[in-house]
């Protein structure tokens, strides 16, 4: 029997836009939503719906996901390094604009950000994302639709 899927949420930097298309998704299919972040969140008190604080430090909630993520699992990240690790891991890895990170376009952005990284820390300003809006609400929104579907059996 394959385990049940599950989603995490890096969520110390989410978006609450993401946070509440969360929480409605997990309410509507009744798949666990988990909530990982070194500070409290205000989150409603579902069944579907679980928070895990970590201590602050380096990669603290990054460390649990992976270490208690399954390959039928959903992690919901900007964080690259850590959508590779759930990659490695088999498992799905999302970013809050609805861009899918997969095996064939994680290196490339581990790449990427690693030089903005170098551009960054020798003094180049590199300007930053684009404001998070309503077509990234909806790409966001989409992609995770089509994943509970596939997942649920409703595709």
Same mark, same amino acid.
């Given at each position: 029997?394959?385990?049940?899927?599950?989603?995490?949420?890096?969520?110390?930097?989410?978006?609450?836009?993401?946070?509440?298309?969360?929480?409605?998704?997990?309410?509507?299919?009744?798949?666990?939503?988990?909530?990982?972040?070194?500070?409290?969140? !205000?989150?409603?008190?579902?069944?579907?719906?679980?928070?895990?604080?970590?201590?602050?430090?380096?990669?603290?909630?990054?460390?649990?996901?992976?270490?208690?993520?399954?390959?039928?699992?959903?992690?919901?990240?900007?964080?690259?390094?850590?959508?590779?690790?759930?990659?490695?891991?088999?498992?799905?890895?999302?970013?809050?604009?609805?861009?899918?990170?997969?095996?064939?376009?994680?290196?490339?952005?581990?790449?990427?950000?690693?030089?903005?990284?170098?551009?960054?820390?020798?003094?180049?300003?590199?300007?930053?994302?684009?404001?998070?809006? !309503?077509?990234?609400?909806?790409?966001?929104?989409?992609?995770?639709?089509?994943?509970?579907?596939?997942?649920?059996?409703?595709?």
């Amino acid at each position: 029997m394959s385990p049940t899927p599950r989603v995490w949420i890096d969520a110390d930097a989410c978006p609450t836009l993401v946070r509440e298309i969360v929480i409605r998704a997990a309410r509507r299919t009744g798949i666990p939503a988990i909530f990982v972040a070194n500070h409290p969140l !205000p989150l409603p008190r579902y069944p579907e719906v679980q928070f895990r604080r970590v201590s602050a430090g380096f990669d603290v909630a990054d460390n649990l996901i992976v270490r208690e993520l399954t390959a039928a699992d959903l992690v919901i990240t900007q964080d690259i390094p850590l959508a590779a690790e759930v990659i490695a891991h088999g498992a799905a890895a999302l970013g809050p604009r609805g861009e899918w990170h997969t095996a064939e376009n994680i290196r490339a952005r581990l790449n990427m950000r690693d030089f903005m990284d170098t551009l960054r820390a020798s003094g180049i300003h590199t300007g930053g994302q684009s404001a998070w809006g !309503p077509r990234e609400r909806q790409a966001f929104a989409n992609a995770l639709d089509r994943w509970l579907c596939r997942v649920t059996g409703n595709a």
